[in-house]
């Protein structure tokens, strides 16, 4: 698919550089035209030479050949855009460039912002990810998802309730925060500018920790306490969204509020019946098929439609498809004869314990690791290493290899040192 880079110029190289993240960036219409629209010409050709990890603007600077006084303004403008993140550590700045999703797509309209047209952009990314299925299987089918359910702890019963960890659930990110941030939706905003959207609730997304400081800093949310953080949260359990959070333990930089009708995510799961597009909690929606009356109160509330109404010689009873149930506990709640409960998977969700692990494991998996580890995408020893390190990544024996606890230990180790 190379070939469709080739006649956008910087675009094009920039396409490529962008693919090269753990979330990729997969040639098409409508990515080379998103990118035109967002990027100046100058600004393409900064970001198609940044590494992939976090990098000094010296560092920067050598590798596109742009002077650090020049850099220091442009790169700003970019953080306002959403294009880069900046961060500061130890009284330097660190810079790097943002991913599509998870990315500048979700940035551009986490707010109301008329520098650039929200309306185009938005057909143009809901095609991207919505419509062009290759594209959404390459992106979202892998065995580290992104994202991860939370369980709702009052869809828990007390026996189940005590073995739920801090991470699992809402309360206890928000409660270990040191910041946090909320702005729009942005798949709801998207979807308002494609058609007439939904009726669910718009200024919820929610950052935390360094992902909040930027957001905040750049003006792409608002800060809140902790109080209004779990009014916010409240307020969507109401309404039956599915809070989809950063696939960590620690430190976890999102939580979405989604729906099944515009979240990506969950369209995935939805539309293309991909597994692993969202890790569940290690809890599993199960029904009282003595209790079931067939209302079908909890296939409506399901934001995935893994419910449905069978036939089973004594009327009408729910049947939950635990292949894709995300343990979420919406269903529960919707319940008003008692019949669902949430009960144990009977094994514990593997969770990564870093963004940084959870980048090592899916570029191991698409045998991506040779760009984090030699990411001077301007230097040729660096190309042929990191060709030859991606190559080897793809033997399976090799991979799962890799993919050892004492393996990613190691390549964490030298990740963190650099």
């Known amino acids: 698919m190379g070939h469709l880079s080739r006649g956008h110029g910087v675009y094009g190289k920039l396409q490529k550089r962008l693919d090269r993240f753990m979330i990729g960036a997969p040639p098409s219409r409508e990515i080379f035209e998103i990118l035109k629209l967002l990027y100046t010409e ?3 050709f900064v970001a ?26 442009l790169l700003a403008g970019m953080a306002e855009k959403g294009l880069v993140m900046d961060f500061e550590r130890n009284g330097r700045s660190f810079y790097i460039l943002s991913p599509t999703l998870l990315g500048f797509f979700e940035f551009t309209f986490m707010r109301v912002n008329r520098d650039v ?20 299987r390459k992106i979202l089918s892998g065995e580290t998802p992104l994202g991860r359910a939370l369980v709702e702890e009052e869809a828990l019963g007390e026996g189940v309730h005590s073995q739920v960890l801090t991470h699992e659930t809402a309360a206890g990110i928000i409660r270990e925060a040191k910041k946090i941030g909320v702005g729009l939706c942005y798949c709801r905003h998207l979807r308002e500018h494609v058609d007439d959207g939904c009726s669910y609730a ?13 957001l905040v800093r750049r003006g792409f949310m608002r800060e809140v306490s902790k109080e209004e953080a779990l009014d916010i949260f409240s307020r969507t359990k109401e309404e039956g969204l599915v809070y989809v959070a950063d696939n960590v333990k620690r430190r976890p ?43 079908g109160l909890c296939v409506k509330k399901c934001q995935v439609d893994m419910i449905t109404l069978v036939e089973d010689g004594r009327g009408r009873r729910g049947e939950v498809d635990s292949r894709f149930c995300l343990g979420c506990g919406v269903c529960v709640a919707a319940c008003r004869e008692g019949a669902l409960m949430m ?19 899916i570029a191991i998996e698409q045998g991506k690791l040779g ?48």
């Open 48 to 73: 198609s030479r940044m590494p992939i990890i976090f990098s000094s603007l010296s560092r920067i600077s050598r590798l596109t050949g742009v002077g650090m006084q020049e850099l220091v303004p």
């Open 42 to 44: 100058q600004e393409a």
């Open 371 to 418: 760009n984090l580890l030699f990411d001077d995408f301007t230097s040729l020893p660096h190309a042929v290493i990191r060709n030859v390190v991606n190559a080897i990544t793809r033997v399976k024996p090799l991979k799962d290899y890799l993919k050892k606890e004492e393996m990613r230990s190691r390549f964490l180790q030298v990740l963190v040192a650099r």
């Open 117 to 136: 047209p929200q309306e185009r952009l938005a057909r143009l990314m809901w095609e991207y990810v919505h419509e062009n299925r290759d594209v959404a």
């Open 202 to 214: 718009m200024d919820v997304c929610t950052a935390f920790n360094a992902g909040a400081s930027y």
């Open 253 to 295: 930089s999102f939580v979405c509020h989604c729906c099944g009708c515009c979240c990506g995510l969950l369209g995935g799961m939805k539309k293309l019946r991909l597994e692993n597009v969202v890790a569940t909690s290690s809890y599993l929606a199960k029904i009282d098929g003595g209790k079931c009356t067939g209302c």
């Open 343 to 361: 009960v144990d998977r009977g094994e514990r969700v593997i969770t990564p314990d870093s963004a940084m692990e959870k980048y090592l494991m």
